[in-house]
């Protein structure tokens, strides 16, 4: 039994990796690192590897999100990009002042490319400083001795690791955009998972995944339509696969506010745990969707079928257990709709799965999913890159810092004459971000990190270890450096300094001083980037919360104008309505992002962080109410019109307060009458006669509503007694 369960976790653990970018990064990561490493080992080319190997392993890291055109033709980019970084370097080896003219474009390029593509950019700034800095150290070896000099391994390098990516296109021709919709419903998967009782994940790693699941909606959201120009009808099954991953998850995140309104009699929590195998068959199912997206195999279609008739066949018996176990008819009969709302989602997902998987043919996947390399690779990539609009001035002020903080480094490094102190600039960079909080994060990660991995390092160069186990070390450490580099960051830098030590040691003998070198580096650079983002023109977020909470209440005001003007004159839960949700959910994300960052603020820099908090998740749950009602609405009109307008009124009222709060830091003096108007608000009592909800709705909305006045009411006080502070 025990070998059965084994055999189940890791063929779970497999399906869900498979899915996952993680483990495919780490296998081209390493082979994109050891083969020029292994050539060079083997005198097949005489070059210093690291230049070819740290420009082959960056390309090899990268995870396009789009079309094969766009993926050609940034991976193209970044080689030139990672070429001219090194070019640019080889002169400031012997001239301070070249050196330290390479370092301000360098850097100051790096802030650039993060304005182009959050995506893409950071990872470029880094990876394009690091081979920076590394080519302004002295060569080790008589340059004369080399077949290819830095400038031309490093090309070469880059060029092996995008000749590895493409090689695979054809061999595993998986459409690109395939796997960005499968994205959409591993992170639905995702929140799944969380909401089980069973794992008993907190309210907070909930809300994590719901914010997760948004940002992965918008990100795929973009992608597909950046690709519209690429490709061809298979574009339009995909977004309604999308869609309706978006349409399930608004179901589920419903229910779950509904179902969060409950009151706690005891038998609430009884409840939950009965439904816990519906819950965790909807994730299998979901899962299932992103694989068979992605791999077009029968077998996942077949696995999806078996899953799809067990979903339904839970979620119709969990209904049937929310109509007897509670007490309360509307209720009770409302979370029982709201079920079928889910399961009359299902079979449009089906539909949408099976438009995608039509094409089959083996001999027709190959011209089919590479379609979109007939287009030129440059107007893709220009389509998907930030051309227009102003810099974040947070950026514009971190790549200024930046700047002055590596040219800072670069004279500590020519002067100190430590053969690696380059790591003393590059860790800076590394480690500074636009905000403290990351900033600090970072560096923590980072120091421990390097720390632990130079423990470890020291203890494996006592051993002496042969050639080939030091080649097999560096490769063990490259992959669960790349399987850990986007998971966990602070695991991830144990490894890749324990791959720096093995691929000196693989060349030339190295003492324990060269691990202490990269150690006190690496301490120094961390604490350097803290002073200064501490120092030179900090960004911290409580100044720039205020901006981003008025645009989440601005858009939440729009969002229950829309729904309450639908459920006063009747309208269909249409495209007006949708965008609506998605802004309003959207700036909900961006909320809590900056939430987030102001709790990693220093605490003097903390002030207004509890009323901060209170606005963000009052919003929050406003907005999970209104997603309640927004399943509800047909075409049918209101029943009590004027206490609908009353309450379209006092809301809007109440919003519009606190956006002049956050506008001005003021109150405006109306807002006294607004708490008792709201404080008195009471909904109409319910028309004996209309006991049915599935044709009057108020028993099921009017809760829904007394919710948001509440919720309402309390945002104001919180910002009333803030403001008497």
């Known amino acids: 039994m025990r070998i059965q369960d084994l055999r189940q976790s890791l063929a779970g653990f497999l399906e869900r990796e498979s899915m996952s970018p993680d483990l495919n990064r780490a296998i081209r990561a390493t082979v994109a690192f050891m083969i020029p490493l292994i050539a060079t080992s083997a005198g097949w080319i005489h070059m210093d590897p690291v230049h070819a190997c740290i420009a082959a392993n960056t390309i090899a890291l990268v995870d396009v999100r789009g079309g094969y055109s766009l993926r050609l033709g940034l991976l193209l980019a970044i080689s030139v990009i ?67 000099n830095p400038v031309t391994a490093t090309l070469a390098g880059a060029l092996f690791g995008t000749l590895l990516q493409v090689i695979l296109w054809p061999i595993h021709p998986q459409h690109p955009l395939r796997r960005t919709v499968a994205e959409s419903w591993m992170a639905l998967a995702d929140l799944l998972e969380a909401m089980s009782p069973e794992r008993g994940a907190g309210g907070e790693m909930i809300t994590q995944r719901e914010v997760e699941l948004r940002a992965t909606l918008n990100r795929t959201q973009a992608t597909l339509h950046a690709a519209k120009h690429t490709s061809g009808g298979m574009l339009r099954q995909l977004e309604l696969l999308n869609i309706a991953a978006v349409r399930l998850g608004f179901r589920i995140i419903a229910f779950k506010a509904a179902f969060r309104s409950l009151p706690d009699d005891g038998r609430t929590e009884s409840l939950s745990q009965s439904m816990s195998p519906a ?74 799965l099976g438009k995608t998987m039509d094409r089959t043919d083996s001999r027709a996947a190959f011209p089919m999913e590479l379609q979109d390399l007939r287009t030129l690779a440059l107007r893709p990539l220009a389509a998907s890159l930030n051309f227009a609009g102003k810099p974040d001035p947070a950026l514009v002020r971190h790549t200024f810092r930046a700047v002055m903080l590596a040219l800072i480094g670069v004279v500590f490094f020519k002067f100190s004459g430590f053969p690696h102190g380059y790591w003393v600039p590059f860790t800076m960079l590394v480690v500074l971000q ?106 911290w977020e409580r100044s720039r919360f205020p901006r981003i909470m008025e645009k989440a209440l601005r858009s939440n005001l729009s969002y229950l104008q829309l729904t309450v003007e639908r459920l006063r004159d009747g309208g269909p839960h249409d495209e007006p309505l949708v965008e609506a949700i998605q802004a309003a959910e959207s700036a909900n994300t961006d909320a809590f992002s900056s939430l987030k960052r102001m709790i990693a603020d220093p605490k003097n820099q903390q002030a207004g962080l509890q009323q901060a908090a209170a606005l963000a998740n009052g919003n929050q749950r406003i907005t999970q109410a209104l997603s309640v009602i927004v399943l509800h609405l047909d075409n049918q009109k209101t029943l009590h019109p004027e206490a609908l307008d009353e309450f379209r009124e006092l809301c809007t009222g109440g919003y519009q307060d606190l956006i002049k ?65």
């Open 82 to 148: 990672l070429t001219l970084a090194v070019s640019l370097a080889v002169p400031g080896v012997s001239s301070l002042v070249i050196a330290m003219l390479g370092t301000a474009v360098i850097v100051a390029l790096g802030g650039y490319w993060r304005h182009l593509s959050t995506d893409y950019g950071p990872g470029l700034a880094v990876s394009s400083s690091l081979l920076f800095f590394i080519s302004l150290a002295p060569p080790l070896t008589d340059p004369g001795d080399a077949t290819l």
């Open 279 to 352: 819950l965790d068959s909807l994730t299998n199912l979901v899962r299932s969707v992103a694989l068979a997206v992605v791999s077009r195999q029968a077998s996942q279609w077949n696995l999806f079928e078996v899953r799809m008739k067990r979903v339904g066949q839970l979620l119709a018996a969990s209904r049937a257990r929310l109509l007897s176990h509670i007490d309360d008819p509307a209720s009770s009969r409302q979370l029982a709709h709201l079920v079928l709302k889910i399961e009359e989602q299902l079979p449009i997902v089906r539909d949408a």
């Open 434 to 539: 636009p905000d403290f909080g990351s900033t600090r994060e970072k560096a923590f990660q980072r120091m421990s990190g390097t720390l632990a991995g130079g423990l470890i390092a020291s203890s494996i160069l006592w051993l002496h270890p042969p050639k080939p186990v030091v080649l097999a070390a560096i490769a063990i450490t490259i992959a669960l450096f790349g399987f850990f580099q986007k998971r966990r960051y602070g695991i991830a830098v144990i490894f890749i300094t324990l791959m720096v030590v093995l691929l000196m040691e693989s060349h030339q003998p190295v003492t324990l001083a060269f691990t202490l070198e990269r150690m006190g580096s690496t301490l120094a650079g961390g604490i350097l980037a803290l002073v200064a983002a501490l120092i030179f023109w900090p960004a």
């Open 661 to 725: 709060w956050e506008e001005t830091g003021v109150l405006p003096s109306s807002v006294e009458a607004r708490l008792e108007r709201l404080g008195k608000f009471r909904l109409p009592e319910i028309n004996p006669l209309h006991t049915d909800p599935a044709r009057h709705r108020e028993p099921w909305i009017f809760p829904q509503l007394a919710r948001i006045v509440t919720e309402l009411e309390a945002m104001l006080l919180i910002v009333r007694s803030g403001n008497e502070g």
